[in-house]
């Protein structure tokens, strides 16, 4: 065999190689993108877990009235995919008449979704029942959330990332929320994160991935 035949040769098999290994590559990768995609969208086992609490507003403005504080309220409660158990209420509203008041509390009484560990799944039902949950992303800005939330309730928001959200199940929390007092307009704010859901809830306005 002459130089050039060996040559030839050494190329064909060069060339062999690497497109067997491109072909070796290309087979993993659409398995290992349906696995994430499968982790991600998977039904989990969850367990309902009630919770009370006392929400007092501590912003500076907006002043909010007995029936505006309680419908952004509902709205962020459910919107996060928590199960109200009772309507939000409002009270400690001063000027009479459900005026808007800076001195206004709330009392919460909502259940969130907590997935539950495979050994754990016997008892996960015994007091606020059982339901399949998937992880579901939820965003709150003054355009996305708008009509019901404007770029006056930055302060509000807020409020319910440091008093509330702890009661979900979350991650990936993110927030900007650059709220400046005696400003009603003008704010962009954001806060996003990813919580755990019922299988069933239906697809969210400021849900990203529902």
């Known amino acids: 065999m002459n130089a050039w035949h060996r040559r030839s040769s050494l190329w064909n098999a060069i060339y062999v190689a690497a497109a067997a290994g491109c072909l070796g590559v290309a087979a993993l990768l659409p398995a290992t993108v349906s696995a994430q995609g499968a982790d991600q969208s998977a039904a989990e086992a969850g367990s309902w877990q009630s919770h009370k609490m006392e929400f007092n507003y501590l912003g500076i403005t907006p002043t ?10 509902e ?3 459910q919107q996060s995919g928590a199960r109200l158990d009772s309507p939000v209420l409002t009270y400690a509203c001063f000027n009479g008449g459900g005026a808007p008041s800076k001195l206004i509390s709330a009392q919460l009484r909502f259940s969130t979704l ?3 560990a495979a050994g754990d ?12 949950g998937t992880w579901r992303h939820v965003e709150f800005s003054n355009t996305r959330s708008a009509p019901q939330l404007t770029g006056g309730d930055c302060e509000l ?15 990936n929390v993110q927030s900007v929320l650059p709220c400046v007092p005696y400003q009603t307009t003008g704010h962009q704010f954001s806060l996003s994160f990813d919580v755990f859901v019922p299988s069933t ?9 529902d």
């Open 64 to 73: 909010y009235s007995c029936i505006g504080l309680r419908d952004d309220l």
């Open 75 to 77: 709205f962020l409660l």
């Open 114 to 116: 907590q997935p539950v």
């Open 121 to 132: 799944e016997a008892t996960s039902g015994a007091s606020g029942g059982a339901a399949e």
């Open 157 to 171: 928001v807020l409020e319910f990332r440091d008093q509330v959200l702890k009661a979900f199940n979350t991650r």
């Open 201 to 209: 809830a239906p697809a969210r306005t400021v849900g990203g991935a």
